[in-house]
């Protein structure tokens, strides 16, 4: 008991001025014990001020928190429709099998935790395992057992210790630098393990040259991708490179003139990465994403700079003549949420960037937030200035380490810099910065569930009125924006409303950012203006499935988006031409099914995850959720099937109307959208209902 209550006061000490402390307590000591004992919570209650009801509460709400311990290594296998259509239902049976454990379970020696977990942003290459903090791409069965009979300790595991984040092996400034990813899915794929080949190639042949470890470009399908830049010439392109392969590349003259298969050229000789308008993801892939220097050489923080000269009202009009709308799902217009934080008289305002990216088939914020942390920075910064909020909170879902990792370096290095602090670049304005970890909730990315959470409650829906804007965090006007959305602003202010108006089509305007995943053959972070075809995106960039086999079904938006059928391809893919087919543009996800898809399962499954993630705030979600599996179910077993269609769908309308958020409201979206498009899989007629 000594050492918990030491543990226990240590956290508390070192969180206890921290809005919502609750939970940064909670992460502190389950880090340092595995879990939370129960003698640790009245500890915790008092010390804090709670009720032990009220800490209970919060640590039965959130999947990462658990009373009791787990094994020495925690596999959690992603259950999300991207990995589902990559074989993730059959890689999750046979997890069971290995290990002789059901999900929840600890294996008899005690080395081994299996635990489902429900997107891991890894979506271009699935199925996707995670082992402790190690994600591994494109696992098959027979990698699975691999990666177990190693003790979970794969090349990208071992070689991570040997290649930390940031900046690459050789210290000093050198006239070439070796670029390679370290981002979350380049690194799941081995770019660690390269990183390593290559710094042992250039140390045995006494190259003058600098390793730099760069984010993603977000073409997933040909990482780890190496990138040589040469004083004066145009960066040359290799990929994708295995550890094996640098020995070889080296002594075929790597880095000047190569002639190897992995030889791809320059960025124009890739028509994937040619074709596309980067605005948002302008130095993804370019540069450090921890250098300022690299940062600023490429209009990063110019934007900053002129928002500093600015009246308030002038930067929310700069926003509002670009057209932007959020980016996370609702598409609401950006400047004018401003403007209302602006307009609304306080004390304290504040920023608050949802990056709590949950939706199955989106990895753009996590690619931001790795490849380029300065651009969300500068653009929460200028959030600040525009509505006359002095402190901003990033809310990271807990399932990006790799990103936690960055942007604390990069907040910490913003803040010696004087971008952030009491005297933003000698202004005399002020913005302080904090990143929130989150504990395993899908509903946190609805905003207002997220400002519970962020005042370390339960992650609860607020009843709307009063809208965060005007009463959100700690009840303050509060600014609540997605990742893309912050992350534009800095091009914006850079570049002008103006610039950014002219991309797009009707009222979606500026770029879109695509995640192609699920069975696609080349997957990644496509951005172009808004405008293209569903079809084009993932054919002429996708490459079609994976497979090789027809598609058959594509969700758009997440896991409550609707399945659209081949037929429904060349929809535009703008917020108002998908809503015309029922369907939701959401984050920009786009996961494709091929024709071996059972649509029934993937109904089941939006009711089963829906009951899973509720809030269980409201009956309509909360117990129509439970109800639609049961349903759904029965329909599967044809036991009294037309009159069980009815009730679903009667089902559906209730959870439609009555449900408090989206959670419940658009959990039917993709059930119907099964039921109309694919009815032979629920026993009909096949033929559109």
Known sequence: MGDIANIVASAVENNREKIGALLPVLHEVQHQLGHVPREAIPLIASALNLSRAEVQGVIGFYHDFRTEPRGQTVIQVCRAEACQAMGGRALEAHARQKLGIDFGGITEDGRYSLEPVYCLGNCACTPSVRIGDEVHA??????????????????????????????????????????????????????????????????????????????????????????????????KLFGPVRPDDVAALFAAGFPGACDHNLTLGGLEDIPWLARQQRL?????????????????????????????????????????????????????????????????????????????????????DRLMMEADPYQLIEGMIIAGLAVGATRGFIYLRSEYPVAARILDQAIRRAGEGGYLGDDILGSGKRFHLELRIGAGAYICGEETSLLDSLEGKRGLIRFKPPLPAIKGLLGKPTVVNNVLSLGA????????????????????????????????????????????????LIEEYGGGTASGRPIRAVQVGGPLGAYLPESQLDVVLDYEALAELGGM????????????????EQARFAMEFCAVESCGKCTPCRVGSVRGVELIERIGRGERRAADLELLDELCTTMVDGSLCAMGGLTPYPVRSAVKHFPADFGLADKPA
């Open 138 to 235: 494109r696992v098959t069965p027979e990698k699975f057992d691999a990666l177990v009979s190693a003790g979970a300790s794969s090349a990208a595991t071992v070689t991570a210790k040997a290649a930390p984040a940031g900046t690459g092996f050789v210290a000093q400034a050198a006239p070439t630098r070796i670029y390679v990813p370290m981002d979350t899915t380049a690194v799941a794929l081995g770019a660690d393990a390269v990183a390593v080949a290559i710094a042992a190639e250039v140390k045995k042949r006494g190259l003058d040259m600098e390793l730099v470890r760069s984010g993603s470009r977000g073409a997933f399908w040909l990482e780890p991708l190496v990138e040589i830049a040469l004083p004066g010439q145009e960066r």
């Open 585 to 600: 543009l959401g984050h920009g996800g786009v996961v494709v099914f091929d024709d071996t898809v059972d649509m029934l």
């Open 489 to 536: 602003v800095s091009t914006i202010l850079a570049r002008g409303g103006g610039h950014y108006q002219e991309f797009g089509s009707g009222k979606s305007r500026g770029t879109l950012t695509v995640q192609l995943a699920g069975n696609i053959k080349r997957g990644g972070v496509v951005e172009v203006a808004f405008g293209h075809t569903m079809r084009e």
């Open 280 to 364: 948002t993801f302008l130095r993804a892939g370019r540069i450090d994403p921890l250098s300022i220097t690299d940062y600023e050489s490429l209009e990063g923080f110019d934007g900053l700079r002129l928002a500093l000269n600015m009246e308030p009202q002038a930067i929310v009009d700069e926003v509002k003549a670009s057209g932007l709308r959020g980016r996370g799902g609702a598409a609401f217009p950006t400047g004018i949420k401003w403007q209302t934080v602006l307009d609304t008289t306080a004390d304290q305002k504040y920023i608050v960037c949802n990056a709590d990216e949950g939706d199955s088939g989106t990895f753009a």
